[in-house]
């Protein structure tokens, strides 16, 4: 089986095939001496035999779907799967539009962007404020503006689609 | 006192819970709609509804409360911090109920809750207060008054409510062309937040740290001062990061601040915990700032330098007991505490309240390690009200030990489903400035602002290749776990077994 | 010193690696074959296989554990306690390795090892042991030789293997009759535990406490004292529940056994972290009874009374640091501190062992409260080891609060999956006899034999009417699961929804 | 739904009906007033309305099939579901025989009863070496030995049937 993972600006490729009890790893091709042991619900132990390293990892599903956060001892990783159709773009992030929206219930305070704008990753694009507190909502990633869906002063629910990003 | 009702909600009612229990107080919890499931509710001996989910609608319902004690046959009532607990109208309608309340006079709130009465409480007891406005500026003075206060006092100057607290309706006002703007804004905050736009002007002092003074009292006249508490890492003027004792206070400035304390304490005839905050200048000159008249967040790194249970004395306090804790002892601070607050919040979207379903927490455990938490897993961390999750407290004979402890229960630390500040804190204690202890009330937003939103915990190279066999590990678990239904995440993941 | 090898499991393995990481050390895990998915394991930096699950086949496996420093780099070795612990020829195989070994010197080790050697140092130091043989009997001694010396000491006594520790090989003899049986058990017993079978003989005390004194001694000739622990809740000669200071020993008497213990180690040049253990006659006198050359067990509880990290000065005076703990400050117990050892064992089946698979584990938080575990959960207790799952330490500011807070812990305490000691705790922790301090070694065998094995915390009627509704509610979410597979227990059971 | 349990030596009937968003209970044919919160898997809080008593309970099934482990609070509470045909024996337990078998992998010592004895509850029947200790096994009810399956010194693993009671 074959997944394409995106962290940070970088793709990488694993494969993992059942050989006997056990499963054969590559990572971008190379095979890896890696011991995974399950120790819970989307928790591992693995250890290179190699040099004895232990790392406990958990990996939890963040969004439907495609975004993982992962965590090595203290680090947390955000990964991604890529689910391109192999050969098109091979190993090559398929950007969809990014779409911002809103964490926890709310009132939209300041809109910072219009349709159009170009963004960087992490600008500020809306305000709101919830839980008393002013929150800047931020771009995930570089790109343009495509909607603004919500207006200043207006009340979102958790999940509601306050500016799309492509 | 047999039957204790806890006014409150998350980590402090579980701490008042605990302390009742070793008191062996009957215990009575309230609860809003959403907090139904939550620890509080079942820790304790019995547990009643107070409706709602907004503060407005739950945990400040004083009707509701005291006719909860009544219905439950509880004699006393703590407040916990936040919600009622400087809310003299709670206290006042608790003794008219016959109920005992845990902290100090109705009268003590009342004075000290109003900032600029408290100013004037130091002065006359010989303390001094940031300079600034002797008096409250009411809500409807002219701007071109206030704009005079504050040329007076001389620019940049804090704007601060008569009323406020937590860093509510607080601003501050770097020139007279900002005065107009702050001042509009800080009074509807003050209005807002509690029912009263009287503000007034303290003068900004140097890059001062905030430093602040435990004290106890009893019904006999004593006070005792404890090992003061540094609070200098703040955020936006909320404290995240606390320390006893202070790396820049010497034994004989601590007998100082202490001395200080006790005489407004004494003034005022204070009862119970309440904590005296100071501003403390480069110099050594340190400013009354205001008093808390509540039991703090921050108060276990207090008892753990000090070995005083400080909710176990507000309860014999409270039942009118001789204070009978050495008062030099209570000065001598033994080794040294760190707290961090653990939020629901994620620190890589600017601190965003990461409310929502816990799935698994594994609190750190071990020597020099205490944890003061709120939740267990699975549990919510609900919208409506702080998201503090816990406080870890680390203990160590020195602050060097203190640190180390603390980063080692940090990476111990595995709270999944929601955000937490963990790295923030774990980057926090590796930085050079906290380290060396050099710190004040202006550091961290400073450092932040440099930041400019760099993640916390961000990918090393070696470490994003682990992440990517687990992630596929995972993924693949979870595909051929969709096949055959019956068998859970966790037996499907036994079978993969080792990998070589 | 900057790579330890941890040659141990479970909580002591989890202890050392905390105080390494507080340390700044790296850490390397050592595992037998069930123990790959352990907690320690997945708490160490490096993790390396031993095979075997059987002790003898992993964790004593001395050329193993040298060959896994080798490889890994590791400079330093610490043994915990048990398994390789108290074995002088592990001590040497370190130190031709070129390994610091965290402990006493090897010559220590066997020294006192010999418990008839150790006897002879305690009285050549002036320190009276237990009346009793001062050379082994050799294992071809003959009976008839054997009960002339019993009866010159006086029945009943106590039979010891020479090589012995934790209750092996130990019997005690009421009367001539009982002797020969006694003997060969004794003998065989000895020589499958410690591979000699030489026994020695003790005049058996009437109801003797069980008080030991902590030590440390540096390489420079200083050794300390610690405040006494008392030991003497013992369930078949094996130690349960320990607490200090002693409820015996007042300051003069605290002070000389300190002094005694002191007087023994300096007359072996002991280094190093080790335990003097005494029997306390009621009338006040002591006799040596022998001396642990290693960390033990009950460490916390002294660390917890003193401030001071035991494991963190065994690294330093390993290094060669000068110790620089005041004595009188040793001496002085900051509150009282008690363990209950958490055993995955089931109380009502005679304290049966009860490994298995932990499904849920909450340790108990809060102020007071300690928690030294080896496990989490998911978590498996294995059948091949000891089944100390977690030894809970509380302190309170005197023997009834550490004796409350100890209670509210236990109540606190959420283990699922395997059977444990707390049921067992809790009903120990409101006899009067050990509120009132007034136990001795027999006490507890006493007591349990009496009460001929009556659950330790059966049904109140009131709340096995609870526990029947429970039951149905759990039987309720099961079946209605059965008939729709995607949901889990938990969102089945949240669409239950509440009941009135 | 009904639900039979036994519980030391009493018998309860729990029924449990739908009305609405909520169930019903009875106890004993008692309607109760009870509120049930499930705050995790296998795990409620319950709270009697009338007098505020909150409990929070634990519920593990310890045997396939018919047999719970209730905690309620700090009290442990052995609970065994009895699914006797209705109008049979209304309420009583069906005692089929009583299995003893070897927690763990260990060794027999000693077996203290043979075939067509009878025994108490508690009685010790076999002494099984397992973890470097003798542990008494003990009959779970009162009864008649049917049969003695093990020898001693016969190696055993966990959940070999030991003794048979009936």
Known sequence: MRFTFEIGDRVRVVTLEPRGDTLAVTL????????????????????????????????????????????????????????????????????????????????VVRVLVTAGDRVDAKQGVV????????????????????????????????????VIIE | MQKLLIANRGEIAVRVIRAARDAGLATVAVYSDCDRPARHVR????????????????????????????????DAVHPGYGFLAENADFADACARAGLTFIGPS????????????????????????????????????????????????????????????????????????????????????????????AVYLERRLVN?????????????????????????????????????????????????????????????????????????????????????????????????????????????????????????????PGGHAIECRIYAEDPDQGFLPSPGRIHRLRPPCGPGVRDDGGYDAPGEVPVHYDSLISKLIAWGSDRGAAIARMRRALQEYDIAGVKTTIPFFTWLLARPEFLAGEVDTTYLDRVLAARNGEPFAGPCDGLADLAAIAAALHAHTQQTRAAAPPATAWLRAGRLDALR
Request: charged content about 25%; proline content about 7%.
């Open chain 1, 28 to 107: 971008d091709g190379t095979p890896v001496d890696i011991e995974a042991v399950p120790v819970g619900p989307g928790r591992w132990s693995l250890r290179l035999p190699a040099s004895g390293r232990q790392h406990e990892v958990t990996v939890a599903r963040v969004q439907d779907g495609q975004a993982f956060e992962v965590t090595v001892g203290d680090a947390r990783i955000p990964v991604r799967r890529v689910t391109g159709r192999p050969g098109s773009r091979r190993g090559a992030a398929i950007d969809g539009p990014a779409v911002v929206r809103a964490p926890m219930p709310g009132k």
């Open chain 1, 127 to 162: 305000v709101v404020e919830a839980m008393k507190m002013e929150n800047e909502l931020r771009a995930p990633r570089p790109g343009v503006v495509r909607e603004v869906a919500v207006r200043e002063g207006a009340s979102v629910e958790a999940g509601t689609t306050l």
């Open chain 2, 43 to 74: 820790m304790a001996d019995e547990a009643w509804p107070l409706g709602g989910n907004q503060p407005a609608d739950s945990y400040l319902r004083i009707d509701r409360l005291i006719d909860i004690a009544r219905r439950s046959g509880a």
């Open chain 2, 106 to 197: 109705a009268d003590a709130i009342r004075l000290m809750g109003s900032k600029t009465a408290a100013r004037r409480a130091a002065e006359a007891a010989g303390v001094r207060s940031v300079p600034g406005t002797i008096d409250p500026i009411p809500a409807d003075a002219p701007e071109s008054e206030v704009l005079g206060v504050a040329r007076d006092l001389g620019f940049p100057v804090m704007l601060k409510a008569v009323a406020g607290g937590g860093g509510k309706g607080m601003r501050l006002v770097e020139s007279a062309a900002d005065l107009p703007a702050a001042l509009r804004a800080a009074r509807s905050e003050a209005l807002s937040a509690f029912g009263d736009a």
């Open chain 2, 208 to 332: 001062p740290r905030h430093v602040e003074v435990q004290l106890l009292g009893d019904t006999h006249g004593t006070v005792v001062a404890f090992v003061e508490r540094e609070c200098s890492i703040q955020r936006r003027h909320q404290k995240v990061l606390e320390e006893s004792p202070s790396p820049a206070v010497d034994a004989r400035l601590r007998a100082a601040l202490a001395e200080a304390a006790c005489r407004i304490a004494r003034s005022v005839g204070y009862t119970n915990a309440g904590t005296i905050e100071f501003l403390l200048d480069a110099d050594g000159t340190f400013y009354f700032l205001e008093m808390n008249t509540r039991l703090q967040v921050e108060h276990p790194i207090t008892e753990v330098v000090t070995g005083v249970d400080l909710v176990e004395w507000q309860f014999r306090l409270a039942r009118g007991e001789r204070l009978t804790i050495d008062p030099q002892a209570a000065l001598t």
